[in-house]
């Protein structure tokens, strides 16, 4: 990359885990949170799901506007609205309030995240968009890591300090990206095109006909199957090995350091080598073989080491179908990204629902589920990319 690639990767880097980070540093302090309010695991569950929803919502309206008003606006729109649902947070005590700022955190969210991928598809070549999308997707991890931690530290010094500190950060995010961050795409691709101009639930229909929208789905299967994943793990471990909640916690730091390594390290020099459809193949299987490993392991430490597998997997697999997406998409960069957000909000919504209802019933079977998703979600790739294949050869001899 140039020194001007460098510097707006930079600066969408920092965005990117700033805007994760923030939330990030209420996870610790909510349980006490809702609890000092009179409320307990439904509001913390809703919390998620409100949040979701609503970026599940907006993202493939974001994501068309990110093409019509272009990508900077939508950023500093999104953090301005991760910064104000932040703020409700922190000054309210009213659980429907708090349930609103939720919901102006997923509509920020849905602002900044698609308009964020598409800037970097605007910034770099068809080779380079792996490693784009990888750095992203690192600073995603590195939120997710960092945030907790810096929470439950600043908790210390009184239980809304977190909320505040939170807030603030935002903030000086909105200011940074004002002050710093250039429009990137190209004028013609900020106006309204025929594409454009169809009403978007039509579009929203059509989007079964998108070349990207296998991809699409994979993302969605991958984003169910992980979130799923993680909202049973502690229960899982507490209840088949007796882990303690520290034990827990380096479990989920260690998943997050791993994603941040191999995002940063590993994801460019694979796909380079082996191509973006084998990687996908190749992490599909590894994944799907985690989550029949987790049903036969016998103590923590062997669960620790396939819950590593598992999200190395993963970590691979999310940049890689960003990727996809953005090479498919053509001059839809916004849209399609907003449409992987959407995909990735339903796994995100469904999979923790779906893992706690099964939890209940077994515990193994959330896993058990997971596996079989996976198992079709490799038989789906393969057959995907035989006829892109097919498709690809027919337009080389059509040339002839």
Request: zero cysteines; proline letters at 3%; aromatic letters at 10%.
């Amino acid at each position: 990359m140039s020194a001007d690639q460098r510097k707006k990767m930079l600066i969408l880097m920092i965005n990117m885990f700033i805007a994760i980070g923030s939330f990030g540093i209420i996870i610790p302090i909510l349980p006490a949170y809702l609890n000092s309010i009179g409320e307990g695991g439904t509001a913390a569950g809703l919390m998620i799901a409100i949040f979701a929803g609503a970026q599940l919502i907006m993202s493939p309206i974001t994501g068309r506007w990110a093409d019509q008003y272009g990508r900077r606006l939508m950023i500093i729109a999104g953090l301005s609205g991760l910064t104000l649902s932040m703020f409700v947070f922190y000054l309210s005590d009213s659980i429907w309030i708090l349930y609103a700022s939720r919901i102006i955190g997923g509509i920020g969210a849905a602002l900044l995240i698609p308009a964020i991928f598409a800037y970097v598809a605007d910034i770099t070549s068809m080779e380079q968009r792996a490693k784009g999308n990888s750095y992203i997707s690192a600073a995603m991890s590195l939120g997710i890591v960092i945030g907790p931690g810096v929470g439950g530290f600043l908790a210390e010094f009184g239980l809304k300090i977190p909320l505040l500190v939170s807030a603030l950060v935002s903030l000086v995010a909105v200011i940074f990206s004002v002050i710093l961050l250039k429009e990137s795409s190209l004028k013609e691709n900020n106006t309204m095109t025929q594409a454009d101009q169809v009403p978007l639930i039509k579009k929203l229909g059509l989007s079964v006909q998108k070349p990207y929208f296998i991809p699409l789905v994979i993302t969605m299967i991958m984003s169910f199957g992980l979130m799923a994943y993680e909202s049973v793990i502690g229960l899982f471990v507490d209840n088949q090995f007796g882990a303690s909640p520290q034990e827990i916690a380096i479990m989920i730091t260690s998943t997050g350091i791993i994603s941040v390594v191999v995002q940063l390290f590993v994801v460019e020099r694979i796909v380079r080598k082996f191509g973006e459809g084998s990687v996908l193949t190749i992490f599909l299987g590894i994944a799907a073989l985690g989550f029949l490993l987790s049903l036969f392991a016998t103590n923590y430490v062997l669960f620790f080491g396939i819950t590593l597998l598992i999200f190395l997997a993963t970590s691979i697999l999310r940049p890689v179908l960003t990727t996809l997406v953005s090479k498919l998409a053509g001059n839809e960069q916004g849209f399609a990204m907003g449409m992987n957000n959407a995909y990735m909000s339903i796994g995100n919504v469904l999979g923790p629902t779906l893992a706690g209802i099964l939890y209940d019933v077994n515990i193994v079977y959330p896993f058990m589920l997971g596996f079989v998703i996976l198992g079709v979600t490799i038989f789906i790739s393969i057959t995907w990319q035989r006829s892109q294949s097919k498709k690809l050869m027919q337009i080389e001899a059509d040339r002839i």
